[in-house]
């Protein structure tokens, strides 16, 4: 993107006359290091986005949660939110990769063992956010979503199937909860939960 904001016509001279000088190393060198530099002005900026999302979606209901919000708890403006997210569920999903990859959670682990795996993604507060927001069927939404973007991922394609297919047991697991008042709870019956989604047909019992 910076580059395609330069003149190039002037890149082009610049790189020319640095040849003939013999300074090109010194000034690719000072080019990667802008690069670097810019890289790191947006990483930061996405870490001081997110937190204060995090923030926010301890204290607030998902739905009532919008990018003004955001921007104002992150005291960046409207605009700059969206140079890195595309939206608030763009957001959330970023925030769901990052409290897996801090945990350590590997992605074979989520389809696995998903109701425990759920239980370990973050510390102790963003547990109880999950807690909180969990009852929001559009945050759980989210959450699936960001699961489809983790299949989407898989190379494997066997393995991208099987992913895919897992998604959909966990889905159907939380609407029989939610919806179909089971009497089970996702964040304390997880051993229970994941022994239902191994095996749907063997352990179910009314």
């Not at 670097?36 to 990483?43: L, P």
């Not at 959450?143 to 998604?167: G, S």
Request: charged letters at 20%.
């Amino acid at each position: 993107m910076l580059i395609s904001a330069l003149n190039f016509k002037c890149l082009h001279h610049i790189f020319v006359s640095a040849h003939r000088t013999g300074y090109t190393n010194r000034i690719l060198l000072n080019f990667e290091e802008v690069f670097v530099m810019a890289n790191q002005r947006n990483q930061r900026m996405q870490a001081t986005i997110l937190l204060a999302y995090e923030n926010l979606l301890s204290d607030k209901p998902f739905r009532k949660i919008t990018v003004q919000d955001i921007s104002d708890a992150a005291l960046v403006h409207r605009s700059t939110f969206y140079k890195h997210f595309q939206d608030q569920y763009d957001l959330l999903e970023a925030l769901f990769e990052q409290k897996r990859q801090q945990s350590k959670l590997t992605i074979d682990q989520i389809f696995t063992h998903p109701f425990e795996t759920l239980n370990s993604f973050g510390n102790a507060r963003f547990q109880e956010t999950l807690r909180h927001q969990f009852n929001d069927d559009a945050f759980r939404d989210a959450f699936l979503n960001y699961l489809i973007h983790l299949c989407k991922d898989t190379v494997d394609d066997d393995q991208r199937l099987v992913r895919f297919l897992a998604v959909g047991r966990i889905k159907g697991l939380t609407l029989w909860i939610t919806v179909g008042n089971a009497p089970y709870n996702i964040f304390t019956d997880t051993a229970t939960l994941d022994n239902i989604f191994s095996n749907p047909l063997n352990t179910v019992n009314y």
